[in-house]
């Protein structure tokens, strides 16, 4: 992922400079302005991102600011080796996700997967030294509250990762040994011939099948469980 799609991992991290040793934000805020000066770093393993992305803890790992240079030039350069009519300036695009989006929705994908996957390894506990987990009304709350964590987890794994691939529909081949000059904007995959209409019926329509497939869990549950 480091490779394919650098810039939504940098945002993941809220790494904005290019470092070596890059250490993995456990927690970060900043103003939600999209601006990397806003970004304040207050818990971090030193390193780690460096290892999870190259198993070297002292690994450069570039950040938001070169990418968007080093994406800028490249597109530029791309349209004039091949004669393509430029249909937008490289200079006034950002070629990155939207960090708080993409640095939040990261956290909560993991934390809501490893909440759950937890929960579990405690009902095995208790199960395994307990006999039983039924004798215990505390656990069972709890279990019936992180009913959702796994829908979560996925929910906001999706919202990184369609979020997170921004500005790009395909990104740019970083591999040499791929297709070159593959690659295509959101911007630039709007469809022509799908008007707003037919958009809303596909969301109207998909929401209210949904709905009414929600009601019928909620039913069977209240029901059977």
């Keep these: 992922m480091f490779d394919q ?5 940098a945002a ?12 993995f934000s456990i927690l970060a805020i900043g103003d939600l302005t999209n601006d990397c000066d806003g970004v304040k770093h207050l818990i971090e393993l030193p390193g780690f991102t460096s290892f999870l992305a190259t198993g070297d803890f002292n690994a450069r790992i ?12 490249w597109v530029t350069q791309w349209e004039q ?5 430029a249909t ?3 200079a006034d695009t950002r070629f990155y996700p939207n960090l708080a989006v993409t640095y939040w929705s990261f956290r909560l994908m993991i934390g809501f997967g490893v ?9 095995l506990w208790l199960l395994r030294r307990k006999g039983s987990v039924t004798g215990k009304p505390w656990f069972g709350r709890l279990a019936i509250a992180a009913i959702a964590t796994p829908f979560l987890a996925s929910a906001f794994g ?5 979020m997170g691939r921004q500005p790009w529909v395909v990104a740019p081949n970083p591999n040499s040994s791929g297709v070159d000059g593959v690659w295509l904007l959101t911007a630039r995959g709007v469809s022509e011939v799908v008007s707003p209409g037919m958009v809303w019926f596909s969301m109207i329509g998909f929401t209210l099948l ?8 909620f039913r069977l549950m209240k029901r059977y469980a």
């Design 158 to 162: 999706w919202i990184f990762t369609e």
């Design 210 to 217: 949904y709905g009414v497939l929600a009601v019928v869990w």
């Design 88 to 90: 937008f300036d490289p």
């Design 12 to 23: 993941a991290e809220g790494l904005c400079e290019t470092q070596d040793g890059a250490a």
């Design 81 to 85: 080796d091949n004669g393509v009519e």
């Design 5 to 9: 799609q650098p810039a939504k991992m």
């Design 115 to 123: 909440g759950s996957a937890a929960l579990s390894l405690a009902a």
């Design 62 to 73: 570039r950040g938001v600011d070169e990418l968007q240079e080093h994406y800028t030039q």
